[in-house]
């Protein structure tokens, strides 16, 4: 089993950046994938993009961003310590929600996840 | 507006059988698996259905998965109160190469 924790709540004016951390321990973390999802207030799952932990992120097109966020996102990883990362740029209003990272078994399928953070962008 | 179509809302008595819908294209459900999710309020959702019938660990043989053509169908047979959650359709979408979800369905159990 695969326990994620994420750094904890943030708020941002709008412009800024935000960088949430994903730590992934527990068993079978040679190769694997994460993802994040976001969801803002009273609103439905929003897939951002993923990156390769492992040897797995040698294999081309396994980092991948949802066109939606493509030149405002940045998915990293240090994998030395099985963390990855969530960076947003110029933030705004909207961008405010819950950020969740989670470990992809296959193409959509989410099976540990973490507890989400909270990102909060206001004046 | 997602890609995946769900009801916004379903509703059923405890005991009773209920269907979710899930409505997608030939890019998406039609050329992938489909995956279901629950989500209870404040929490992170939870992996029900994978491969798109297939039961992730520990959950009941209650839930259920099936797909035709482009769509998705998730069934919740005998319900229980504490079923009442929000669900969400997934999958894969190759002609962006992203994860697409459904809007997700409102389940109250009356």
């Known amino acids: 089993q695969v326990h994620l924790a994420q750094s904890g709540a943030e708020v941002k004016k709008p412009g800024s950046s935000v960088k949430v951390s994903c730590k992934a321990s527990g068993d079978n973390l040679r190769n694997y994938i994460i993802s994040w999802v976001r969801q803002a207030p009273g609103q439905g799952l929003e897939w951002m993009g993923r990156?390769?932990?492992?040897?797995?992120?040698?294999?081309?097109?396994?980092?991948k961003y949802a066109q939606k966020f493509q030149g405002r996102v940045a998915i990293t990883a240090d994998r030395s310590t099985d963390t990855a990362y969530l960076e947003l740029s110029s933030l705004r209003s909207d961008d405010t929600a819950v950020y969740f990272c989670?470990?992809?078994?296959?193409?959509?399928?989410?099976?540990?996840w973490g507890q989400g953070t909270l990102v909060t962008v206001s004046s | 507006q997602s890609v995946l179509t769900q009801p916004p809302s379903v509703s059923a008595a405890p005991g009773q059988t209920v269907t979710i819908s899930c409505s997608g294209g030939?890019?998406?459900?039609?050329?992938?698996?489909v995956s279901w999710y629950q989500q209870f309020p404040g929490s992170a959702p939870k992996l029900l259905i994978y491969?798109?019938?297939k039961r992730s660990s520990g959950v009941p043989d209650r839930f259920s998965g099936s797909k035709s053509g482009t769509s998705a169908t998730l069934g919740i047979t005998g319900l229980q109160t504490w079923d009442e959650a929000d669900y969400y359709c997934?999958?894969?979408?190759?002609?962006?190469?992203?994860?697409?979800f459904g809007g997700g369905t409102q389940l109250t159990v009356l």
């Open positions: 491969d798109s019938n």
């Open positions: 997934a999958t894969w979408d190759s002609s962006v190469s992203a994860v697409v």
């Open positions: 989670a470990r992809e078994m296959g193409a959509a399928d989410f099976n540990s």
């Open positions: 030939t890019s998406d459900i039609g050329n992938n698996h």
């Open positions: 990156i390769g932990m492992g040897r797995i992120s040698s294999i081309p097109g396994i980092q």
